[in-house]
């Protein structure tokens, strides 16, 4: 795909006049860091506030009284009493329990707000119109809408000069906010581990508004190449790496996203695709599974790098890594044998011929700082 053809989010130009280094990405020509580089970036980002760019993102809006019960037979998350002005975790399924996409859902009051990643937006809107299009409207905001994250310690009193009510959000929390005389949705939440927030801005008013916020002295602009390492160090998956359709939420270690009330002995068990493999997974274990990982030495192992164990045997494959500029040093994310997957067991990850060994470790590996109240 040339330059020409990429896509472009309504804050290209932007990212130009910042002197922003541009790269594909899921379709779209798009910021992966700006002269400040990618380690002090990701290191302003947890100590100040980052402005990051997420247009790219697909927006959806699903209406209708049925909404709620129609999206429940595509997720297995609680959907049907999500609160008003809340936004929760969801996951895509398939027929075999694999994950087609991860997503958030908001409640609006009088709709379902839903956020889907970019390289899926297409293959999510035709999955929602192919299943559920006859039980709810279904808007694409795919033209219509921008999307900015602000993230970090100082994100809320920043956001607060504008809408003093944000202040008041906790995690997890939704709200229609009006920013600069524009309607926005606006939510406490985000992709790096830090208090923050996710701001949907109309399109044309999108550049306004990033300028604004780029003007306040916390503020920083973020690229592709720090939201990966923030969100790296976070422990949080990245679609078509850490999960996809060949792995199922048991194995990606993401049993916290199905819902109580959607579990085998919940009031509203199973009715998503892929339950019953789902289910019997929890019962019965699985054979490798999502785990973080540690090198003991200062080299970075790289996603599809093999795992082995003390014999030399395969016993997975790392599905994340980098550097982790928080903690500085490596980090890294991949399957392995569950028989190899308990904390503090020692692995080696094969880089370019040589053995590094790793500790499995729990995520996060930095604290999560989201505000709770």
Not at 244 to 273: H, Y
Request: proline share 6%; glycine share 10%.
């Amino acid at each position: 795909m040339t330059t020409e053809t990429l896509a472009r989010t309504p804050l290209h130009a932007l990212h130009l006049e910042l002197g922003a280094r541009m790269v594909p990405f899921a379709g779209y020509d798009m910021p992966v860091q700006y002269p400040l580089g990618v380690m002090k970036e990701h290191l302003h980002t947890r100590a100040q506030a980052g402005l990051f760019d997420v247009s790219h993102m697909g927006q959806i809006l699903l209406r209708g009284a049925e909404a709620a019960a129609a999206l429940e037979t595509l997720v297995p998350v609680d959907i049907i009493d999500l609160p008003a002005g809340m936004q929760r975790y969801a996951l895509f399924t398939d027929a075999e329990g694999g994950i087609l996409d991860d997503l958030m859902v908001a409640n609006t009051g009088d709709a379902l707000f839903v956020v889907v990643n970019a390289a899926c937006k297409e293959q999510d809107l035709a999955h929602l119109r192919a299943h559920i299009g006859a039980r709810c409207q279904i808007e694409s905001l795919f033209e219509s809408r921008a999307l900015l994250a602000l993230q970090g310690p100082a994100a809320a009193n920043v956001l607060a000069r504008l809408a003093p009510e944000v202040a008041k959000m906790t995690f997890m929390q939704f709200a229609a906010v009006r920013l600069l005389g524009v309607d926005c949705y606006v939510s406490r939440s985000g992709y790096t581990g830090e208090d923050g927030f996710e701001i949907s801005v109309p399109a044309e008013h999108a550049e306004t508004l990033a300028r604004s916020l780029l003007a306040e002295p916390e503020v920083q602009p973020i690229g592709l190449g720090a939201r990966d390492s923030l969100r790296l160090e976070a422990g949080l998956c990245l679609y078509g790496h850490d999960m996809s359709s060949a792995t199922t939420p048991v194995q990606a270690s993401l049993l916290w996203a199905i819902s109580k009330a959607r579990r085998a002995d919940g009031a509203r068990a199973g009715g998503f695709p892929g339950a019953e493999r789902i289910f019997a997974q929890q019962r019965e274990g699985v054979a490798s599974k999502r785990v973080g990982l540690l090198p003991q030495e200062r080299v970075p192992v790289r996603e599809g790098a093999e795992i082995v164990d003390a014999d030399g045997q395969v016993i997975g494959q790392v599905s994340s890594g980098g550097f982790g500029p928080t903690l500085g040093a490596p980090v890294a994310m991949g399957y392995l044998a569950s028989a190899h997957a308990a904390p503090d067991s020692t692995v080696w990850a094969v880089v370019r011929g040589k053995r590094v060994p790793m500790k499995v470790a729990k995520t996060p590996f930095v604290p999560q700082r989201y505000y709770r109240g």
